[in-house]
C-alpha cells in the first residue's frame, strides 16, 4: 500500500501554475505592446499621409484610417525639386563615414584594447568626454575649421565632420567587444604559426563581425538622418536628402502630403539596409558564440 501510496503521490496532478507569474507576463506583454504603437505610430502616420489626397492631410479632423489612396503626393515630391541628387549625395558621404569609421574605429579600439601605452586611461576618458558635447556648441568652429581648409560646401568636408562625431562612438563600442575576446586566442594561433596580424585577421575579426554590423548600422543612420550640419555647411547646389525635404516649407505654407512622401522616400534605404544586415548578424552573433 505504502508503494501504491508513493507512486500515486509521484504520478497525480500536478498543481495548477500560480496566476501572479501568469499576471505579470501579461503585465508585460501589455507594456510591451504599448512601447510598440507608441513608437510605430509616427511611421504609421508618414505612410498614411503619403498615400492620402493632399486635401485630406490638412484635414482639421483627420482620420486614424485611410481614407484613401494616391500616388499623386510621390510624384509632387519629384516635381519639387532634384531627388536624386540629393539622395546620392546622401548615400555617398553616409557610405564613405561608414567605411571609414569603421576602418579607423577598429584599428583604434584594438590599440586601447590590446596595447598598454603611456596615456590610454586618458585617450579613453577622452573619447568618453566627445560624446557629451552638444553638437550645437561645434557648429561655429566647425565651420571656421573648414573654411581655413578649403573644405566649406564640400562632401569631403561633410564626411570629415560626420567622423568627428560618429568615431568615438565606433571606437568605444568595437572596444567592448575586443575586450571580450580572449587573449588566449590569438596566443594560440600565433603558436601554431600565424603572424600578430594573421591571429587578428583570422580569429579575432570573425568574432567582431556583430560589433562592426552594429556600429556601421549607427554610422551609416546618424550621416543619412543628419540635418543641422548638412544645412549650415553644405549650399543649396550640394544639399543633402534630409534639406531636401525643407523645399516643402515655403511662405505659402507646407505641404506635408507631398513632404511625407519624400520622407517615405528617404526611409527606403534604412529600411532596405536592416533586412539586409538583419539575418548576417543573428548569424554573426551565432558563430560568434561558437566560435568563442
Known sequence: MSGMTGTTGVTGISAPTPAGPRRSRLGWNLL???VFVTAGFPVYWMLNTAFKPAKDA???DPSLLPTGLTLANFQRALDVADFWGPVGRSLVVSLAVVVIGVVVGMLAALAISRFAFRGRKVVIVGVLAVQMVPLVAMIIPVFLLLNDLNQYDRLSGLIITYLTFILPFTVWTLRGFIVNIPRELEEAAMVDGCSRTGAFVRVVFPLLAP???ATSVYGFIQAW???LYALMLMSQQNQTATVWLANFTTKHGTEYAPMMAGSTMMAVPIVVLFLLV???????????AVKG
Open 32 to 34: 510591451g505592446l504599448l
Open 58 to 60: 490638412i484635414d482639421p
Open 211 to 213: 560589433g562592426l554590423v
Open 225 to 227: 538622418n543628419e540635418y
Open 278 to 288: 538583419q539575418r548576417k548578424m543573428a548569424a554573426g552573433l551565432t558563430a560568434g
